[in-house]
């Protein structure tokens, strides 16, 4: 066997996966600290945009690690709703310029 048989696909997308997991961590904490889960629409906008490019994308990497990118949005939509909730519990700082809802 050559290294030159060998696919590294699998490890393009899974590094890629990874690497879009840590980008979207922070942005769903900054997005609830500025916005609240108010702003959860323009996740799902992205997401659907990001869905439909990725059906245009004849690359497969390409459009597998952008449909990556589109559910890595929709699973944002829920994690902006356990962001708030770990901020009542106090886990994660409360924006002081948002009002408080109770």
Known sequence: ???????????????STFFIIGVFHPIVIKAEY????GCWWVFL???IAFAVLSLFIG????STVTGVVSFS???SILE???QEKRVK??????????SAKK
């Open 1 to 15: 066997m050559n290294f030159s048989d060998l696919n590294f696909l699998g490890l393009v997308v899974g590094l």
């Open 34 to 37: 500025h916005f609240g889960k």
């Open 45 to 47: 906008i992205a997401g």
């Open 59 to 62: 690359n497969f990497v390409g």
């Open 73 to 75: 949005c929709f699973w």
């Open 80 to 82: 902006l709703i356990e």
């Open 89 to 98: 519990k106090g886990w994660f700082p409360r924006n002081p310029k948002k």
